[in-house]
């Protein structure tokens, strides 16, 4: 089946990867095998777990992951001595029993100690992520309420420029139509000025023509 990539890992999804991997280690396995048994329960690919946990999970979980050798190193040792058993006589095999289990017990309240280390430690990781969450949605919801502030008084600005548009284009046409009233009324004062224009007489001479008759002149 082919993985197909996800972009968003969740806090499950961490989860389910940090103890997959602790698991192997207490196991004696390898981190490259919990990477592919994680990739194929979450469709991811062995190095995306891997690249996940080294660069973000990891961290969280240094008690853990000494508490997962430590586990390691008891049960590899158990296992020798039930090797060694074998070829043992009985009283040595419950001496080294006896140990093991000493040891055991004198790691038990250990143990119970770091788990809830682990626990502490991993609720305020998760009230630490809560409040960084909310701190970026107030952000978010108060710069959502500024840009909707921004768009409103743009779009008041922009019918404030409709409205002056439409009064400087009235302004202007008001304006031309008074230049042309101003420059009939200037024609109108330069004809008065030069007085009626009068009437030019005219006589007729001895051989039937008509001759203009100068100004004051009656014959």
């Given at each position: 089946m082919v993985k197909v990539r996800q972009d968003a890992w969740s806090h499950e999804d961490d989860l389910?990867?940090?103890e997959t991997v602790l698991r192997h280690?207490?196991?004696?396995?390898?981190?490259?095998?919990?990477?592919e048994e994680v990739g194929d329960h979450l469709n991811r690919t062995s190095a995306a777990c891997g690249f996940r946990w080294n660069a973000e999970v990891r961290n969280k979980y240094d008690h853990a992951i000494d508490l997962a050798k430590r586990q390691r190193k008891e049960k590899k040792r158990a296992v020798a001595v039930a090797v060694q058993s074998q070829n043992q006589p009985v009283n040595q095999v419950e001496q080294k029993v006896k140990q093991t289990n000493e040891v055991n017990t004198v790691t038990q309240p250990t143990e119970s100690v770091i788990s809830m280390d682990m626990v502490i430690g991993y609720l305020k990781q998760v009230k630490k992520e809560n409040q960084t969450s909310n701190q970026s949605k107030a952000s978010?919801?108060?710069l959502e309420t500024e840009n909707q502030g921004l768009r409103n008084h743009v779009s008041e600005l922009e019918k404030k420029l409709t409205v002056t548009e439409k009064q400087l284009s009235t302004i202007q046409e008001d304006y031309q139509v008074f230049v042309q009233i101003m420059e009939r009324a200037r024609k109108m004062t330069v004809l008065d000025d030069q007085g009626p224009m009068k009437t030019p007489a005219f006589r007729m001479d001895k051989n039937g023509n008509l001759q203009q008759v100068a100004d004051g002149t009656n014959n």
């Amino acid at each position: 089946m082919v993985k197909v990539r996800q972009d968003a890992w969740s806090h499950e999804d961490d989860l389910l990867l940090a103890e997959t991997v602790l698991r192997h280690i207490r196991e004696g396995s390898t981190q490259l095998n919990a990477f592919e048994e994680v990739g194929d329960h979450l469709n991811r690919t062995s190095a995306a777990c891997g690249f996940r946990w080294n660069a973000e999970v990891r961290n969280k979980y240094d008690h853990a992951i000494d508490l997962a050798k430590r586990q390691r190193k008891e049960k590899k040792r158990a296992v020798a001595v039930a090797v060694q058993s074998q070829n043992q006589p009985v009283n040595q095999v419950e001496q080294k029993v006896k140990q093991t289990n000493e040891v055991n017990t004198v790691t038990q309240p250990t143990e119970s100690v770091i788990s809830m280390d682990m626990v502490i430690g991993y609720l305020k990781q998760v009230k630490k992520e809560n409040q960084t969450s909310n701190q970026s949605k107030a952000s978010l919801e108060r710069l959502e309420t500024e840009n909707q502030g921004l768009r409103n008084h743009v779009s008041e600005l922009e019918k404030k420029l409709t409205v002056t548009e439409k009064q400087l284009s009235t302004i202007q046409e008001d304006y031309q139509v008074f230049v042309q009233i101003m420059e009939r009324a200037r024609k109108m004062t330069v004809l008065d000025d030069q007085g009626p224009m009068k009437t030019p007489a005219f006589r007729m001479d001895k051989n039937g023509n008509l001759q203009q008759v100068a100004d004051g002149t009656n014959n």
